[in-house]
């Protein structure tokens, strides 16, 4: 991995190859180890390092932009040069801003030397121990744990420069029968790959799988439910770019104000509804700057329940005479004390969700997704979980379900199927809407 100072001398020795009135360059370090496994075996493991040059080159309001992997001179050289010939025949870019002369970044540095240091040796007893556990229930197990130790680094030719390094970790595993008819799921990331722990990963998903055999065909329609924080973070991770201010003000957003305007200020959720960015937190990965160098911050974005702020990127800042702000990520939702078995006891009657699977929009403006549940959906009756329940298809918002929340747990990471992940607590809420029922598994 590169420190600070050799990212540094590479990436001023390719600006001076570049005869272009703008020129950004960005290196992109990163290694990754994992372990596969499936039909409760290790199928693969494996060990990876990449580096990668980008080079953005501008002349005119014209920008050309090439890749390279290749380190040496020459090809660097070629790199800028084909860059540069990109340029003279792209369009010119209508909203193209000054590039940001010199920043200051956090000094922050959320590494942990073991994660990135750790190989297949360190991961393997993890899977064993689930292979293991699902074996002697008769049951097949399959998995992925994976490490990674990245930098990323940046200059232009106006003096700005900046580094970073992340590590982080995660395992996950899903459980099923030998016939295939019933399954449970379990995963964990962290910045410390010693807080994985492999065997409660493990019974958590064998205990999944056991308990949702032979489950209850129910009516589709809205019920009271209980998600857990992946399902949680599955969904509302996608609010984050819907906070920009563009799309508010042009009406292509949940918070554009019907006649004109944004709900910027607005009450909309719950008094106890907190969602803010924060790539401080040290749950996370270091995250020091956002899309155009601008440096990182903690914001509000729902504070007691009220609108506090709305994205601006650059453009849009200086059009609107507002100050630039960095993307809604990584998102914090905040938690209560709750635990899970709290939220459970205080539903009558209700569904508990372990996760969504497949979603996609429905509907940008108003956030309408719609997916799957997967791998563990029940019944509770009178604060007991009781019966396996089939899996539905839901129509929802994460505005709605927000909006409908009636109790929050604690906060912990997740990371789902999709997207980066969040740090995001259980949720009980009403009204959700299940549309549809499935025969997945």
Sequence with gaps: MLTRDQARQLLE?????????????????????????ANNGVTTSGFTVERTVTISSTRDNRTGVTQTTDLTDEALRAAIKRAEELAAIAPPNPERVDPLGPQKYAEYDNWDERTASARSPAMVPHVKSIIEAASAKQLVAAGFFNRAASMDAFANNKG??????????????????SD??????????????????????????????LRWR??????????????????????????????????????????????????????????????????????????????GGIPNRRIEWIEKGVVRNLAFDRYW?????????????????????????????????????????YIRPVNPQTLQLTGLTRDGLFLIEKGEVTRPVMNFRFNESPVRLLQN????????????????????????ASDFNFSSLSDAV
């Excluded at 950004?24 to 496994?37: G, I, K, P, Y």
């Excluded at 900046?162 to 459980?175: I, M």
Aim: net charge positive; charged share 25%.
């Design 13 to 37: 020795k390719v600006l001076k190859f570049s005869s272009a009135p703008e020129c950004s360059v960005s290196l992109d370090e990163s290694e990754q180890a994992f372990v596969r496994f």
């Design 160 to 177: 700005n420069f900046g580094y970073q390094r992340r590590s982080d970790s995660r395992l996950t595993t899903t459980v099923r029968t």
């Design 180 to 209: 295939g008819s019933s399954s449970g799921w379990a995963g964990q990331p962290s910045v410390h790959i010693s807080d994985i722990n492999g065997s409660d990963l493990g019974a958590r998903a064998i205990d999944k799988c």
């Design 214 to 291: 032979k489950p209850l065909k129910l009516d589709p329609g809205k019920y009271t439910v209980v998600l857990e924080p992946t399902a949680v973070g599955d969904i509302v991770q996608l609010m984050g770019f819907s906070f920009f201010a563009r799309q508010a003000e042009e009406g292509r957003s949940f918070l554009s104000r019907k006649g004109g305007g944004t709900l910027a200020g607005d009450k909309m959720f719950p008094e106890f509804i907190n969602l803010r960015s924060d790539p401080f937190d040290k749950r996370l990965p270091t995250a020091l700057w956002s899309q």
């Design 317 to 357: 800042a200086a059009k609107s005479g507002k100050e630039p702000t960095p993307v809604p990520s990584p998102l914090v939702l905040e938690g209560g004390e709750a635990s899970l078995t709290d939220l459970i006891k205080a539903t009558e009657r209700g569904l508990l969700v372990t996760r969504f699977w």
């Design 405 to 428: 929340t009636l109790r929050l747990g604690r906060s912990e990471r997740v990371r789902g199927a999709e997207g980066q992940g969040m740090l995001t607590p259980s949720v009980q």
